[in-house]
T-cell receptor, first 117, second 111 residues
Framework: NAGVMQNPRHLVRRRGQEARLRCSPMKGHSHVYWYRQLPEEGLKFMVYLQKENIIDESGMPKERFSAEFPKEGPSILRIQQVVRGDSAAYFC???????????????FGSGTRLTVV | GQQLNQSPQSMFIQEGEDVSMNCTSSSIFNTWLWYKQDPGEGPVLLIALYKAGELTSNGRLTAQFGITRKDSFLNISASIPSDVGIYFCAGRDSGTYKYIFGTGTRLKVLA
């Protein structure tokens, strides 16, 4: 998973606190995707971003969750007022700019494991 | 949200055996990917398929893009203990950017 950097690897928050998860895409990649994985489950799409733009946030819960990918710096997934059900592994992936019908696989980071106590 | 169905959900096999798993969708896809996830890590891309009927190998792994474009298959030959992990398929249609992931096949290899 070299290239897509996520931090922290593990994050513990008490109920009601805020969680901030960071993702730096691979060099040359301009598309960032966030996925959530609950224990023993698959990957669920949350949001797709390009620099300074949210392209698709159809998988984001309506409240408490937000994401950004500023012009400078990493992409941030922010969860406000965390609850126990937010405990999961959050993965970031990146891909290069698509040209025409080109297709690229995602490159994933190692994830941030959020535990809400 | 939409998900792909993978089969089997889990399997125990003896070291040295061949393994087959598949992924089916109700939608047509133009790209299929296969990933492996080790415990505590992110998924790692194994094989990418871009054309219906395509058969692609990566070492002991072979994957096929189904003719109907609604399914894909992954085979692992002569399994070894380090093949343990979760295997995910992912599909995407042309004109979209979002990959839909399968439910995963959990592989355990008995030495």
């Amino acid at each position: 998973n070299a290239g897509v950097m996520q931090n922290p690897r593990h994050l513990v928050r008490r109920r009601g606190q805020e969680a901030r998860l960071r993702c730096s895409p691979m060099k040359g990649h301009s598309h960032v995707y966030w996925y959530r994985q609950l224990p023993e489950e698959g990957l669920k799409f949350m949001v797709y971003l390009q620099k300074e733009n949210i392209i698709d946030e159809s998988g984001m819960p309506k409240e408490r969750f937000s994401a950004e990918f500023p012009k400078e710096g990493p992409s941030i997934l922010r969860i406000q007022q965390v609850v126990r059900g937010d405990s999961a592994a959050y993965f970031c992936a990146s891909s290069p700019q698509l040209q025409g019908n080109e297709a690229y696989g995602y490159t994933f980071g190692s994830g941030t494991r959020l535990t809400v106590v | 949200g939409q998900q792909l169905n993978q089969s089997p959900q889990s399997m125990f096999i003896q070291e040295g055996e061949d393994v087959s798993m598949n992924c089916t969708s109700s939608s047509i896809f133009n790209t299929w990917l296969w990933y492996k996830q080790d415990p505590g890590e992110g998924p790692v891309l194994l094989i990418a398929l871009y054309k219906a009927g395509e058969l692609t190998s990566n070492g002991r792994l072979t994957a096929q893009f189904g003719i109907t474009r609604k399914d894909s298959f992954l085979n692992i030959s002569a399994s070894i203990p380090s093949d343990v992990g979760i295997y995910f398929c992912a599909g995407r249609d042309s004109g979209t950017y979002k990959y839909i992931f399968g439910t995963g096949t959990r592989l355990k290899v008995l030495a």
